[in-house]
């Protein structure tokens, strides 16, 4: 056994009468990929903001490399070699700047740059650390002007950089498509010859069986099992997560009601094709495919952020073409976005806030807010979604992801409305959680027409009574969730059928 890079003994932390977390001993290896698992609230980001130093622990120690290491801010944790790249894709780049000044933020911000900074020389190194990563795109450009993938590899190649010692990765595959998860996991491949102890944070369990070297469960802040001997034993793994078995989900096909949403001859650019669709009330619908492939800028027509480039859209029998989402709201067009720290959650408001803020004008009388209604608003939805916090006045950044994301989803589903369209709703949230929140939507799916648009199968199976498939911004196939078959399925999002081949084998 090598020597262990970060060995974790009895550490506590509580926040008020909360205690996050209990008597915690793990053990970091240099060249092994260590996957932490745990539902939302178990305890994970906590764990790592105290081995990146933005909290610090109650009790027990951890040393690195057999020194004690007590970081202080998480400056003190990235010079003795602790990089993490956070869940929160924003808290990894500077949206303001280049591409080439992001990847070589630490040397430009050195004592030792000087004070003159030769351009070239910066744009040459940057694109050597893009390369490492598959990152073909021009270092000039500013990071805003990228997607969320983009972004979110401009920030693992800027850990990587870094030289680490124990890299950690929270979710890092949850903005990226299967080929761009696949150049991670090949880099990471790379770093364990270099002696690096990844802590890998994911609830995706196709990461999870590409890359795990040993899988950690949290629940209730403790460690509740751990896997190492091979062949790694994943089911026991969501067992020790959850604390009980996980069952099968069986969709029922909900019976259609009156047409809500028709498209007819769409097309989202000059060059598409033309999408045609038809989505009923009491239906939910989930439409997957891979990064790109146009699920996004259909959600964004839908609710008046883009116009479409050709074809119509009727709401109700009635012809819809939203200027923009006021306008969509007004109408009774609802969505929850992706990349809910850009887009979604608004960091200075507590969660009371954050759920009631796109209908603060129906909880008024004269101008003035009903405080006790959105209270009580707030916390039965809180209780609905299942958000774990201490009150509705808790800050929503004090919350985990998940429970952000729960907040996020909740928002739109305070009031009714004529079309729900979810945008990666499960973005961040564990296993349990994402049932959780899908039963919840189908539960009140009756009295509108839904679209959910999920990057992974898995999401698309448990929730939807039909499932459409997109393909280079055109729909490519539907299949109705009853005894569906998941090859064809991976095969209209492949786009080709040597897939077909690869599954059946």
Known sequence: MSKIACKIRNLEKSFGPNKVLRSIDLDLFPGEVTVLMGANGAG?????????????????????????????????????????????????????????????????????????????????????????????????????????ADRQLIAIARAMARNPKVLILDEPTSSLSAKEADRLFQVLDRLRNTDVAILYISHRMSDIREIADKIICMRDGSISGTFSTKPLDYEGAVTAMLGHKMTEVDVKIAKKGEEILNLSNLALSDQSPRINLSVSKNEVVAITGLLGSGK?????????????????????????????????????????????????????????KNLTLPFLHSYSWLSMLRFKLLRKLAKDKIEDMGVICQSEGDEIETLSGGNQQKVVVGRWLMQSCNLLVLDEPFQGVDIKARRDIGDYIRQTAGSRATIVLVAELDEALEIADRILVMNEKSLVGEHVNDN?????ILVDIAGNNQLLEQVSK
């Open 484 to 488: 569906v078959n998941v090859n064809e």
């Open 296 to 352: 996004t800028k259909l959600a964004s027509i839908l609710f008046g952020v883009r116009k479409q480039a050709h074809g119509t859209i009727h709401l109700n029998g009635q012809p819809f073409s939203p200027s923009s989402p006021r306008e969509a709201i007004k109408a009774g067009v609802y969505m929850s976005p992706k990349d809910r720290a850009s887009n979604a959650v608004i960091s200075d408001f507590d969660i009371e």
């Open 44 to 148: 994970k980001s906590t764990l790592v903001k105290i081995l990146c130093g933005v909290h610090q622990s109650d009790n027990g120690t951890i040393n690195l490399f057999g020194k004690l290491f007590k970081p202080r801010r998480p400056a003190e944790a990235f010079q003795a070699g602790v990089v993490t790249v956070h869940q929160a894709i924003n808290d990894g780049v500077v949206p303001d700047l280049s591409v080439a000044s992001n990847l070589m933020l630490d040397k430009l911000t050195n004592n030792k740059a000087g004070f003159f900074i030769a351009e070239g020389v910066i744009r040459s190194e940057a694109k050597k650390i893009a390369d490492t990563m598959g990152l073909s795109l021009d270092v000039s450009l500013p990071v805003s002007e990228l997607g969320v």
